[in-house]
């Protein structure tokens, strides 16, 4: 996992043609905007599952668990501390 850290109105990109923007941060809430080709679906984590699991299909990737999950910093390999 790769962690950036990054203010309101800063982005990064993904590849050539995904750019994720931070339009706000609020407390603990952060406003995400994405940018993508209309071929990338692009789902919160939540609804990504449930589409998988609807399907019968395993999700496909590597298995992702949301932020908050049982994940702990020593889960991060020494290539994302960076």
């Known amino acids: 996992m790769l962690v950036l850290s990054r203010k309101a109105n800063q982005s990064i990109m993904i590849g050539d043609d995904i ?7 609020d407390r603990d ?5 994405i940018e993508a080709p209309r071929h990338v679906p ?5 609804i990504f599952a449930e589409i998988h699991r609807s399907e019968g299909t395993a999700a496909p990737g590597p298995k992702l668990e949301p932020v908050g999950s049982a994940a702990s910093k020593s889960d991060i ?3 994302a501390k960076a």
Do not use: D, M, T
């Open 19 to 25: 750019r994720i923007l931070v339009v706000g941060v």
């Open 29 to 33: 809430q952060v406003k995400l905007g």
């Open 42 to 46: 692009v789902h919160r984590f939540e």
């Open 77 to 79: 390999g020494p290539e």
